[in-house]
């Protein structure tokens, strides 16, 4: 079936190096995509989003690009910390009333 | 911001107990509310949509009768595992849609982790 997958299920960075987090999803028809940083036994948290009729958005040291053409979103992290370190998800969404479909998940560590 | 409430954080409980997760929304009303699975180094997976007032819509291969969900108002669902076996145990994680937000960005609870002894 349709899903949201990703290429890298780990990623270790240096700190102060950036990073950058993929995701590949297969449904056409979606057009709204979150990322979304989780900690340990925390609940996701909002990072960055993104609609199909973009495609690139900056928030503070992060910048998500989204390729419709090859159905590819990324997640840039600039000068990447240790705060930094969690699971990363990215989820997809048919519409605004739509339900939120999560990826695989990446876990991006950082060292020091 | 928005937040969004889970209680309890933690819970342990014996095999054939029921267990109860309450979800609150703490500065909006939420008419739609999300329950969400999560095991171990996996994903988040939905297992029902909570609508205010009227019955939930779960997801293929969820049991409705083993999760409970209710809706009762604008600021609270609840999640009920009955009979919970040790295969329930994870960590499940509620979600809410602020009617005001045009993006549909979804505010997501701290998650309750259940440990079914």
């Known amino acids: 079936g349709e899903s949201v997958g990703l290429h890298l299920p780990t990623l270790s960075v240096q700190e102060g190096d950036n990073s950058i987090i993929n995701c590949a999803y297969s449904?056409?028809?979606?057009?709204?995509f979150i990322w979304y940083k989780q900690e340990s036994g925390k609940g996701p948290q909002f990072i960055i989003d993104?609609?199909?009729?973009?495609d690139k958005r900056q928030g503070q040291r992060v910048t998500v690009l989204l390729n419709k053409t090859v159905k590819h979103l990324s997640l840039q992290i600039a000068a990447t910390q240790p705060g930094d370190s969690a699971v990363y998800f990215c989820?997809?969404?048919?519409?605004?009333?739509?339900?939120?479909?999560f990826g695989k998940g990446t876990k991006l560590s950082v060292k020091p | 911001g928005a937040v969004v409430s889970q209680h309890p954080s933690r819970v342990i409980c014996k095999s054939g107990t029921s267990v109860k997760i309450e979800c609150r929304s703490l500065?909006?009303?939420?008419?739609?509310m999300f329950w969400y699975r999560q095991f171990p180094k996996q994903s988040l997976m939905l297992m029902a949509t909570?609508?205010?007032?009227?019955?939930?819509?779960?997801e293929q291969g969820v049991e409705k009768d083993k999760f409970l969900i209710n809706h009762a108002s604008l600021t609270l669902s609840t999640l009920t595992v009955t009979s919970a076996h040790p295969e329930d145990s994870s960590f499940y994680i509620c979600?809410?849609?602020?009617?005001?937000?045009?993006?549909?960005?979804?505010?997501f609870g701290e998650g309750s982790r259940l440990t079914v002894l």
């Open positions: 989820a997809e969404k048919r519409n605004v009333y739509g339900n939120l479909i």
């Open positions: 500065d909006f009303q939420a008419t739609t």
């Open positions: 993104i609609r199909s009729n973009m």
């Open positions: 449904n056409s028809a979606s057009d709204y």
């Open positions: 979600s809410a849609s602020r009617p005001a937000t045009s993006s549909g960005e979804l505010f």
């Open positions: 909570s609508n205010e007032g009227s019955k939930a819509t779960y």
